[in-house]
C-alpha cells in the first residue's frame, strides 16, 4: 500500500528555519519524483520545487530559490524539505507527493507550519 | 511558467446531476514524445490532502468511481462529474506536470443545489 508519512506540525518564530519530512512506503522510492507543495489558507496550491530520487536531480521555483532545500535519504525512502528565514507569510500546511512515472501525484498528509512571534 | 486557469469559482449542483469543470492551460501540455498530456485532476475533502482522480488528462486513477471522466488535449481540459453524489462535495484542481515549475489551477468548489 503506497504511503507518504509526513511529520508534525510546527511553531517557528521569524527568521528561522523548518524542516519537514516525508517517509515512503509501498513504492520503489528511487523510481520516483518527490514534490513539495504548500498550502495556505486561501486554498491556493503553491509549488516549491521537487526531487528526481533517483538522479538527485533537484528543481526550486524560482520564487523559494535560495530558501528552499530538498534532500532525500534513499536508506530510510524518506525526503525532506527546509525552508529557512522564515516570515508570517510561510504559514500554510505543506505537502509532499510523489510521481510514480507519470501517472499523477500521491500526497501525504500536510504538515501544518505556523511561522509566529 | 505555464498558468492554469480553472472555472468556475464555485458550482452547486443538485444530486444526480452533471457538474462539469473546465482548465486551461497558458501553453500545451502535451508531450510529444508519447502523445501523453501531463495533466492531472485532484479532489480535495476538507481537512484532507488532495486526492489523485485522473491522470493523462483522462486515465481514471485505480479506485475511482467511473461518473469521473477527464478529456481534452493541448489547453484545454474537462473534469466531469456525470451524476453527483453527496460524497463529492470537495475543491478540485487542475495540476500541469509537463514543465517546472508545476502549477495548479485555481480550484473548483463543488457543492450540493
Redesign the interface.
Known sequence: QLRLVQSGPEVKKPGTSVKVSCKTSGFTFSNSAV?W?RQTRG?????L??IVVGSGKI?Y??KFQGRVNITRDMSTSTAYMELSSLRSEDTAVY?C?A?LG?????????TQVTVSS | DIVMTQSPDSLAVSLGERATIKCKSSQSVLYSSNNKNYLAWYQQKPGQSPKLLIYWASTRESGVPDRFSGSGSGTDFTLTISSLQAEDVAVYYCHQYHTTPLTFGGGTKVEIK
Open positions: 514534490q507543495v486554498q491556493r496550491l503553491e509549488w520545487g521537487w528543481t521555483a524560482q505537502f507527493a510521481f507519470s501517472t499523477g501525484a500521491h500526497w501525504g498528509q500536510g
